[in-house]
């Protein structure tokens, strides 16, 4: 039976294009940089926004109907969801979904009865998953929402909130397992403080390692062989999170002896709050090796929270892909942790919403690959630093020099020369003349 009546497969039409339920730049099969643009942008839909949010914030109720037919809060429903979740994934193309636990299934007042649930409902997505190419990008347990996380899950004071925020973690490795994801995300939403003088930070910060620890224990022994992930954000719920951004995180990381497992999932709108820009931790993550995949929604710079919107700019695509290509790509995918305006209710709405981002995307891509082909800002860069060239430069560089041989040498120059123009404006000018060609 079909969800999505009145909308059908979204075909690719091209940029002359003014059907609304079509693709103008994403192009599954057109190759870019030899590669299919379908295998750059592994898109993955995200199971809370896309089937759970119904547009209820903090001043009104929902807008959207996410019911699918059924009873909110019962297995049929959650059934249901997965029946939408398929069917609209096989419309647009998209090959991967991510999910909390909690997303999947309605929680029990009983764990046992919670993990029941999360088996059949695993079994039923495993049904649909059959004769699709339709897989998991990653999972996660939701310790954010319920109540008993108010002080944290792994940060928490209570052992036995920890304890089952535990059994949270090892069953939605299970189920990530069982579908066959490729990562495992953390994100600390309740891992923080409102106040340092009720908080222990080292004790906390110790405590989420250990856990963290043991998840990496437990997924390497059922076979999990793919990335966990920390998904780094600032603020919100919290007025301050252990995960600020990523140097904090790669940090963290690294200083508990869990890089090796580790990478980072870097959501753009979690970078723009934390006064960066969504490049700038896409850059951090990729030259310590960790980049690993991306919650591709976008902020408003107007508002000082999480708006998570549909990714519209295309500005901002393109430093994106340029950071993806320069890695190689990425070992996790494009999950678009975003979700509709209020007041963009309709199913049409959430077909909408996708196209806007995988052709936001798509187009970010081509033209990101067009800056690598142009080469004038690669260019610009390595000329940049030439000097480091010469036998001087490459002396400091393998550390064969000591700062008295480079004071003899700086004395004998009496004063360098300037650096060299930054050239800021032409490369902005570069950047829009291939933008818009
Ligand atoms: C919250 C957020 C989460 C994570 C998964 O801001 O981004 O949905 O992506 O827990
Ligand atoms: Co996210």
Partial sequence: MSIFKNIGTIPYEGPASTNPLAFKYYD??????????????????AW????????????????ADKSFGCEKGTMEHAKAKVDAG??????????????HDVDLV???????????????????????????????LWGTANMFSNPRFMNGAGSTNSVDVYAFAAAQIKKALDI??????????????????ETLLNTDVKFEQENIAKLMHMAVD????????????????????MKHQYDFDAATAIGF??????????????????????????????????????LGSIDANQGDTLLGWDTDEFPFDVYETTR????????????????????????SYTYEDMFYAFILGMDAFALGLIKAAEIIEDGRIDTFIKDKYSSWEGELGQKIRNDQTTLAELSAYAEKLGAPELPGSGRQEYLEAVFNNILFK
């Avoid at 599954?28 to 839909?45: C, N, Q, T, W």
């Avoid at 090796?260 to 993550?285: P, V, Y």
């Avoid at 994106?320 to 007041?343: I, Q, S």
Wanted: net charge neutral; with cysteine; charged share 25%.
């Fill in 218 to 237: 437990y997924g390497r022994s059922i076979g999990f062989t793919g990335d966990f992930y920390i998904e780094p954000k600032p603020k919100e719920p």
């Fill in 106 to 136: 309605p929680e029990a007042d009983d764990i046992k009865e919670t993990n029941r649930r999360l088996d059949e409902i695993s079994d039923y997505i495993l049904e649909k998953m059959q004769g699709t190419d339709i897989k998991c």
């Fill in 320 to 343: 994106c892909m340029y950071e993806v290509l320069k890695n190689g790509g990425l070992t996790g995918g494009f999950n678009f942790d975003a979700k509709n305006r209020r007041p």
């Fill in 253 to 290: 990381l690294r200083q508990y002896g869990l890089d090796k497992d580790f990478k980072m999932n870097i959501e753009a709108n979690h970078a723009t709050l934390a006064g960066h820009t969504f490049q700038h931790d896409l850059r951090i993550s990729a030259i310590n090796g960790m």
């Fill in 86 to 99: 398929f069917e609209f994934m096989q419309k647009l193309g998209i090959k991967y979904f991510c999910f």
């Fill in 176 to 193: 990530t397992v069982k579908l066959g994801g490729r990562g495992y995300v953390f994100w600390g939403g309740r891992e923080g403080y």
């Fill in 28 to 45: 599954a099969d057109r190759v870019i940089m030899g590669k299919k643009m379908s295998e750059h942008l592994p898109f993955a839909m």
């Fill in 48 to 63: 809370w926004h896309n089937l759970g949010a119904a547009g209820t914030d903090m001043f009104g109720r929902d807008t």
